[in-house]
Nanobody, 119 residues
C-alpha cells in the first residue's frame, strides 16, 4: 500500500514556473514507477509524465515535452514535476500516481493539487 500526497500547486502567470512534489509513504517507494497526470475542468484526465523505478527512464506527453521535467529521489520517497514556461492551457488539477512492478498500471493516486496559469 502506498499513500501519495501532492504539494506545490498554486497560481502563476503565463511563462512562470512551479515545482510539484509528491511524497509517498512506505518503505517500497523505489519499487514503483511513478507518473503525473492532470485533469482540466470538463476534460478527461490525461497523462503528463512518467519515470521508471530507478529514475533512469522518463516519458512525457507531447504537450509538455521540453517544458516539464519529472524526477525522483528514492531516499526521500518523493517524485517531482518541474514545470517551466507555463501556459494557460496547463491549468488543471495535477495528480501523482504509482504503478507497481507487477504491471497492473497506476493503482495508487494522490488527492491532487491545483495549478492555475493566468494569461
Amino acid at each position: 500500500q502506498v499513500q501519495l500526497v501532492e504539494s506545490g500547486g498554486g497560481l502563476v502567470q503565463a511563462g512562470g514556473s512551479l515545482r510539484l512534489s509528491c511524497a509517498a509513504s512506505g518503505r517500497t517507494f523505489s519499487s514503483y514507477a511513478m507518473g503525473w497526470f492532470r485533469q482540466a475542468p470538463g476534460k478527461e484526465r490525461e497523462f503528463v509524465a512518467s519515470i521508471s523505478r530507478s529514475g533512469g527512464s522518463t516519458t512525457y506527453a507531447d504537450s509538455v515535452k521540453g517544458r516539464f521535467t519529472i524526477s525522483r529521489d528514492n531516499a526521500k520517497n518523493t517524485v517531482y514535476l518541474q514545470m517551466n514556461s507555463l501556459k494557460p492551457e496547463d491549468t488543471a488539477v495535477y495528480y501523482c500516481a504509482a504503478a507497481p512492478a507487477s504491471g497492473v498500471g497506476y493503482n495508487y493516486w494522490g488527492q491532487g493539487t491545483q495549478v492555475t496559469v493566468s494569461s
